[in-house]
């Protein structure tokens, strides 16, 4: 595997943090999309921006999907995930929980991702085969082996499916496990999974909010499926995505059958 994709990935989401870091804090133009819990700022297009310039100067012929404005459809077996903010709300909100997501598939599967925690400047990578890293420092999940002692990260998203994600995922779990942390940012809370923070995240999201998500948990020893066990469909913009630290896995999805 060509290990310029990883260098590049994790250039663009630096890059990318920069920006944000410079705007976080700030009073921001919101621009809504469907609801009042769906929009983006200025910090998440010039973001996408960035993100989107270096990857097309270095892998011009590869697909990109973007959360904001981009697609680009090139035929190519590569194809990359963005997110330039993974927690929109929490930014504009000045809460310390939001990434840069960038994520890289081969053939519909996963091979590169790089979550960057702009507050924290926790760069998160992973390469398909070489493991899972923090700030260059290997990481690996949790080893809880009972469901009753998982801490698990959930998120709600948008107003339009958070009814659906409270009953499918939150109260099947809710007295099965020892606690729920609603972080506000996707990517952060899987990343907190990959280093062994949570012990799972059952989610549905787009595939920009998890693509690098999902080879970092797996590369740390972590599992994702979808709610019947099966392999993630990653051929679709959105994704049903159940991950753990793989101990707890077959637990969980019997909770949510």
């Known amino acids: 595997m060509d290990d310029k994709f990883l260098k590049v990935a994790k250039q663009a ?5 920069k920006v944000i870091s410079d705007l976080y ?22 973001a996408e ?68 925690d702009v507050d924290r400047r926790d760069l998160y990578w992973a390469q398909k085969g070489q ?26 998203g948008s107003m ?19 606690y729920i942390y609603m972080l506000g940012g996707g990517a952060v809370t899987m990343a907190f999974l990959a280093k062994g923070s949570l012990d799972a995240v ?5 595939i920009w909010d998890q693509a690098a998500a999902g080879i970092i948990i797996t590369e740390a020893g972590g599992m994702v499926s979808d709610r019947f066990g099966n392999p993630v469909d990653w051929s679709t913009d959105y994704t049903e995505f159940i991950a753990s630290n793989g101990l707890i896995h077959e637990q969980i999805l019997e909770a949510l059958r």
């Open 160 to 178: 339009e499916r958070r009814r659906d994600k409270l009953e499918e995922y939150f109260f099947p779990l809710l007295e099965k496990i020892r």
């Open 13 to 17: 989401a630096i890059q990318a943090g």
């Open 49 to 116: 921006k960035i993100i989107v310039k270096i990857i097309s100067e270095h892998f011009p012929s590869h697909n990109i999907i973007a959360e904001e404005k981009v697609r680009i459809d090139q035929k190519s077996p590569f194809t990359w995930a963005i997110d330039p903010i993974d927690g929109t709300i929490s930014f504009a909100s000045k809460m310390p929980f939001f990434a840069v997501s960038i994520g890289l598939l081969e053939n519909n599967q996963p091979i590169i991702g790089v979550i960057y």
């Open 25 to 46: 804090g700030k009073e921001h133009k919101l621009m809504f999309k469907t609801d009042n819990s769906n929009f983006a700022t200025q910090a998440d297009l010039e």
């Open 131 to 156: 493991g899972a890293y923090l700030n260059g420092k290997k990481i690996s999940v949790s080893k809880t082996t009972k469901l009753a002692d998982a801490v698990i990260g959930l998120g709600i």
């Open 202 to 206: 059952p989610n549905q999201a787009w």
